[in-house]
């Protein structure tokens, strides 16, 4: 059965802050070993020449093979710096663009439908995203896939996303491949996606997020929403929301490898720690240097130096006039979601990083 958009999108916003309005317009590595030295040492004059050989050293494992292309580039999005790190993927200024793929009414080829309202949710690198649209679809979600003309829609069908809350938003990983959801019973779900046809499928045992699971909070205690994927695949956030404000928050689990599960999350302290403010992190940039932040229907661009610090924000900045955000590794160009008044006129656009 079709939802209307003004009651979903309320119900929305007052849980998560996240994904629509209300009525009123928006605001506008370890360090390097020592080299070895190239040859021993010479005997000392006097030295016993007839002294028994030393036994030889048992052979060193070779190392790793190291790929090629990442000797050559060991900063993929960015460059690297003179402290030996690669510099933050993301800058901090960005411009607000054109409406994506718009159209009077919905059709395969139209992703912004007049006055309709839709919600954007994650970024994949080759320019394809997730959309949340109640009255398109009968589960909310859809992908909007690029190709060479445009754009080309499939929804998610409601069979798939019966675990789903989609009231607590959701993300498509950078790689196009993956999506994060939330379930009613308080867990994290990870599923691969096919953006051709709509179709997730979940991992049974909830994949990366097996260990963390288990030590997230019951549903009497606290609300997990807004879950999002750094596109290196290392670092999550998400907010966890309860009347609580001794554990409400933005938390961070960061975990060493993608092979590894995500570990138990830590609440995010620093300048978003006013989470009355802000309320939930719409991306993570590709190395989780940069978030993307809620704020009064506009987005903060918060930053910080490594994975293990708090993230800061400047507020002299011009925040985006824009929130939803979703960022591709590059940091070029993102998708968000403005409005030039209500719910229903609420449009998905790009974003361009300014100089």
């Known amino acids: ?96 663009g054109a409406d994506i793929a718009p159209g009077p009414a919905a059709s395969p080829s139209v992703v912004s439908v007049a006055g309709q309202g839709e919600g954007s949710y994650g970024l994949a690198n080759d320019g394809s995203f997730m959309f949340f649209s109640p009255s398109r679809t009968a589960a909310g979600y859809a992908f909007a896939k690029k190709t060479a003309g445009g754009y080309a829609v499939a929804e998610i069908p409601a069979a798939n996303l019966t675990e789903v809350d989609g009231s607590r938003g959701g993300h498509l990983t950078s790689d196009g491949r993956h999506v994060v959801f939330v379930s009613s019973k308080n867990v994290l779900l990870y599923g691969d996606a096919n953006l051709s046809t709509g179709a997730v499928t979940f991992a049974p045992t909830g994949g990366p997020f097996a260990t963390l699971n288990p030590l997230l909070p019951p549903p009497n205690d606290s609300t997990i929403t807004s879950p999002v994927l750094s596109g290196d695949g290392l670092t999550l956030a998400f907010s966890r929301n309860s009347t609580n404000p001794g554990v409400a928050g933005t938390y961070q689990s960061r975990r060493a490898d993608v092979l590894s599960p995500f570990p138990q999350a830590k609440r995010l302290e620093g300048d978003l720690s006013n989470f009355a403010r802000y309320s939930s992190i719409s991306a993570l940039s590709y190395d989780g240097l940069t978030a993307f932040v809620f704020d009064a229907f506009t987005t903060r661009v918060f930053t910080r130096a490594n994975t293990g610090d708090e993230f800061t924000t400047d507020l002299t900045r011009s925040a985006i006039p824009a929130w939803l955000v979703g960022v591709a590794d590059k940091c070029d160009t993102l998708v968000a979601t403005r409005s030039i008044g209500g719910s229903q006129n609420q449009e998905i656009a790009t974003v361009t990083a300014t100089p």
């Open 1 to 96: 059965m079709k939802r209307s958009v003004v009651p979903t999108f309320i119900f929305i916003a007052s849980l998560t802050s996240f994904a629509a309005c209300v009525g009123s317009d928006p605001v506008v590595g370890a360090d390097a070993a020592p080299p070895l030295d190239a040859t021993a040492p010479g005997l000392e004059a006097g030295a016993d020449t007839n002294a028994p050989p030393v036994d030889a050293a048992p052979p060193v494992d070779a190392a790793p093979p190291v790929d090629a292309a990442d000797a050559a580039n060991p900063c993929p999005h960015s460059r690297l710096g003179a402290n030996g790190r690669c510099e933050p993927v993301c800058g901090v200024r960005f411009t607000l």
